[in-house]
């Protein structure tokens, strides 16, 4: 059943969108999906406030160096440098408290710099372009994928690369008990269809694409 026009789509616009899942437990959210882009988002209302949202990444697990999440890191790290050279430069596009990715890439040899609207608000590094930007773990977090995704691609230069990880939904997940909706402050769920969508409207190639792992390139 087609949902009012409060509930556009935040990626594709489309008023197209139907009530898809309601939590009975927990943070009792709603969540709507796309008939166009095929993205699943969180209901409007039951999104975070900024102080909230905020205290959650503060309370992430990830503020000390470890071979865990070192391991964990690679695994976008390492696709992403198979396009670039020592002479690229990158920016971290929601660097978090610890912005572990950053020093992993400089020890490497590369030159990167760290952007986050919480922990590192310099706007500044907005403005500039880059053949490089790492999104590791924050699109599911993006309240206005449009907005979010419009500004990734601003920053790009043409042929830059820009390496997204997420968890990509598949059909055979079952939503309700999917652990990474668990997290109330992941609000966007892609598909490889969401993916594709996102590919042409922004002049992006899809380079790679895995279950956990989206690499594009910027071509136009």
Same mark, same amino acid.
């Given at each position: 059943?087609?949902?009012?026009?409060?509930?556009?789509?935040?990626?594709?616009?489309?008023?197209? $969108?139907?009530?898809?899942? &309601?939590?009975?437990?927990?943070?009792?959210?709603?969540?709507?999906?796309? &008939?166009?882009?095929?993205?699943?988002?969180?209901?409007?209302?039951?999104?975070?406030?900024? /102080?909230?949202?905020?205290?959650?990444?503060?309370?992430?697990?990830?503020?000390?160096?470890?071979? +865990?999440?070192?391991?964990?890191?690679? @695994?976008? #790290?390492? *696709?992403?440098?198979?396009?670039? $050279? &020592?002479?690229?430069?990158?920016?971290?596009? !929601?660097? !978090? *408290?610890?912005?572990?990715?950053?020093?992993? =890439?400089?020890?490497? !040899?590369?030159? #990167?710099?760290?952007?986050?609207?919480?922990?590192?608000?310099?706007?500044?590094?907005?403005?500039?372009?880059?053949? =490089?930007? @790492?999104?590791?773990?924050?699109?599911?977090?993006?309240?206005?994928?449009?907005?979010?995704?419009?500004?990734?691609?601003?920053? %790009?230069?043409?042929?830059?690369? %820009? +390496?997204?990880?997420? @968890?990509?939904?598949?059909?055979?997940? /079952?939503?309700?008990?999917?652990?990474?909706?668990?997290?109330?402050?992941?609000?966007?769920?892609?598909?490889?269809? @969401?993916?594709?969508?996102?590919?042409?409207?922004? !002049?992006?190639?899809?380079?790679?694409?895995?279950?956990?792992?989206?690499? =594009?390139?910027? #071509?136009?």
């Amino acid at each position: 059943m087609p949902i009012s026009s409060f509930n556009i789509c935040p990626l594709c616009e489309s008023e197209s $969108t139907n009530h898809y899942f &309601k939590e009975e437990n927990g943070h009792q959210r709603t969540f709507l999906r796309c &008939k166009t882009c095929d993205l699943i988002f969180a209901d409007p209302k039951n999104l975070l406030n900024t /102080e909230i949202e905020k205290s959650r990444y503060e309370s992430h697990n990830n503020s000390q160096r470890s071979k +865990g999440y070192e391991s964990f890191l690679r @695994t976008l #790290i390492d *696709p992403v440098k198979k396009y670039i $050279t &020592k002479e690229s430069k990158g920016l971290d596009f !929601g660097s !978090g *408290p610890y912005p572990m990715l950053i020093e992993l =890439f400089k020890e490497d !040899g590369y030159e #990167i710099e760290g952007y986050d609207p919480f922990f590192n608000p310099k706007t500044s590094l907005l403005k500039k372009m880059y053949e =490089f930007v @790492t999104c590791c773990e924050v699109v599911e977090h993006f309240n206005r994928p449009i907005d979010s995704f419009r500004l990734l691609c601003s920053l %790009l230069n043409t042929n830059s690369i %820009l +390496g997204i990880k997420t @968890t990509l939904f598949k059909e055979e997940i /079952e939503f309700k008990n999917w652990y990474y909706k668990n997290d109330d402050t992941h609000v966007s769920f892609y598909s490889k269809i @969401t993916i594709d969508w996102i590919a042409k409207k922004f !002049g992006l190639k899809v380079l790679e694409i895995e279950d956990r792992l989206v690499i =594009f390139q910027k #071509i136009s």
